[in-house]
Antibody
């Protein structure tokens, strides 16, 4: 069974940094693109970033470019999102998801809440 | 960026009746080389992550009940629930998976009438 478990969320002040982790199990992690999707409280879904199997390619939504960095460790079956210069509008539940085929997200974690507030 | 617009924003349907949700993309998501539409549908219940229902506009994900179906091509798509069950109460999102940034519709809230 595919499992994705996020961690690392919490309360952070504006301008601060946070690193999210996603532990994957139940599938060959190194064979898949992986992605982060976020959902602000009471709002819709927003794709944030994705990363290729060998880290040779990564993509970001414009609103986080230069502030967020996606990475992975295939030996540890783990996905990461390093977030810096955080803003109030980054407050959201952050989901990690497996990217299947061309851009569809077929397995999701339960999410981790990031709150940016003073 | 491709803008995805769903209609309606909310929908109330009686149990056993048909529910239809529409999704329109600002650009075609049909890839001519393989004739596939890169459009997916997700269901999200309160407190849960989204669940993939449909991909390539009309292919049901494994394990999804056959009362869920998707149709459409190019820029106009529809998710249909043929006979609404109580467990189908949820938010539904369409997503284009053709262009980066991947973008979602604003969501449609489905309730029981």
């Amino acid at each position: 069974e595919v499992q994705l478990v996020e961690s690392g969320g919490g309360l952070v002040q504006p301008g601060g940094s946070l690193r999210l982790s996603c532990a994957a199990s139940g599938f060959s992690f190194s064979s898949y693109w992986m992605t982060w999707v976020r959902q602000a409280p009471g709002k819709g879904l927003e794709w944030v970033a994705n990363i290729k199997q060998d880290e040779s390619d990564e993509n970001y939504v414009d609103s986080v470019k230069g502030r967020f960095t996606i990475s992975r460790d295939n030996a540890k079956n783990s996905l990461y999102l390093q977030m810096s210069s955080l803003r109030a509008e980054d407050t959201a539940v952050y989901y990690c998801a497996r990217l299947q085929g061309w851009g569809r997200f077929d397995s999701w974690g339960q999410g981790t809440l990031v709150t940016v507030s003073s | 960026d491709i803008v995805m617009t769903q209609s309606p924003d909310s929908l109330a349907v009686s149990l056993g009746e048909r529910a239809t949700i529409n999704c329109k993309s600002s650009q075609s998501v049909l890839y001519s080389s393989n004739n596939k539409n890169y459009l997916a549908w997700y269901q999200q219940k309160p407190g849960q992550p989204p669940k993939l229902l449909i991909y390539w506009a009309s292919t049901r994900e494994s394990g999804v009940p056959d009362r869920f179906s998707g149709s459409g091509s190019g820029t106009d798509f529809t998710l249909t629930i043929s006979s609404l069950q109580a467990e189908d109460v949820a938010l539904y999102y369409c997503q284009q998976c053709y262009y980066i940034p991947y973008t979602f519709g604003q969501g449609t809230k489905l309730e029981i009438k």
